[in-house]
């Protein structure tokens, strides 16, 4: 998903095994996922993937960076009953969940899994009908 007030930026979903960098897009006040290649292209993810950041995350405090002390997260989203706030957001290993806008910018994730899409079902093969022979 990206709800992370990113209507006026240009999005594409997340794939799997590609490296993301938090970044602050240009002309918003928010933050969100992007490619080293294309960092003015935010990167969209769907609740239940998994991510793997290089090293101890990291958030902006109103005057100091806090360390979440953990690496694995897990994309979901919080408050869907508030309209006015953010809710996208990462739930690590060790129970923190984070806001992806207060994420510090400048860190390297790797998408590690994708959550399983449902299956389409396929139409049924029409079958010749049954031939029933009257006596």
Do not use: W
């Not at 095994?17 to 996922?33: I, K, M, N, W, Y």
């Not at 739930?91 to 806008?101: D, K, P, Q, R």
């Not at 590690?112 to 396929?122: D, G, T, W």
């Amino acid at each position: 998903m990206c709800d992370y007030s990113l209507h006026a930026v240009a999005t594409r979903p997340a794939e799997v095994a590609e490296t993301l960098v938090s970044t602050r897009f240009q002309s918003t006040t928010t933050r969100g996922f992007a490619s080293p290649d294309s960092p003015q292209v935010a990167v969209c993810l769907r609740p239940g993937t998994e991510i793997a950041f290089e090293h101890d995350v990291q958030t902006d405090g109103m005057m100091f960076r806090k360390n979440i002390g953990d690496r694995l997260a897990r994309f979901r989203q919080i408050d869907l009953n508030k309209r006015y706030q953010h809710h996208d957001a990462l739930e690590f290993s060790n129970g923190t969940i984070v806001l992806v806008t207060n994420l510090a910018a400048g860190q390297r994730a790797t998408v590690l899994q994708l959550p399983a899409s449902p299956i389409e079902e396929k139409p049924q093969a029409s079958q010749p009908a049954a031939r029933y022979e009257t006596a």
